[in-house]
Nanobody, 124 residues
Framework: QVQLVESGGGLVQAGGSLRLSCAASGRTFSNYWTAWFRQAPGKEREFVAAISGNGGNIAYADFVKGRFTMSRDNAKNTVYLQMNGLKLEDTAVYSC?????????????????WGQGTQVTVSS
């Protein structure tokens, strides 16, 4: 089992920044791909970014390229999502997810473990 706990969400003005954290406990964290997904009210969950266990491979959704940066610190069992240039449409609950070998990085069903999510609200 892997337990994931997100933090760092909050209220920020458009154009501002936030850094989300996802702390893991349980099995060897460095063996797991970890991803960020988000879900806005009335919308489906969507892929944001994913990072391989050793941090050597990172994938981003097109809508966050150049604005968001995902990273991990395996010594701290934590992954991060640095979000810059936030837009109103970035408002959502952000959740981290983990899997050893996700079949498709962008599909929620590829991940076995999920955190509870953290709310990000961007205001004008």
């Amino acid at each position: 089992q892997v337990q994931l706990v997100e933090s760092g969400g909050g209220l920020v003005q458009a154009g501002g920044s936030l850094r989300l954290s996802c702390a893991a406990s349980g099995r060897t964290f460095s063996n797991y791909w970890t991803a960020w997904f988000r879900q806005a009210p009335g919308k489906e969950r969507e892929f944001v970014a994913a990072i391989s266990g050793n941090g050597g491979n990172i994938a981003y959704a097109d809508f966050v390229k150049g604005r968001f940066t995902m990273s991990r610190d395996n010594a701290k069992n934590t992954v991060y999502l640095q979000m810059n240039g936030l837009k109103l449409e970035d408002t959502a609950v952000y959740s981290c997810a983990g899997a050893e070998t996700p079949r498709n990085l962008a599909f929620p069903n590829s991940y076995n473990y999920w955190g509870q999510g953290t709310q990000v609200t961007v205001s004008s």
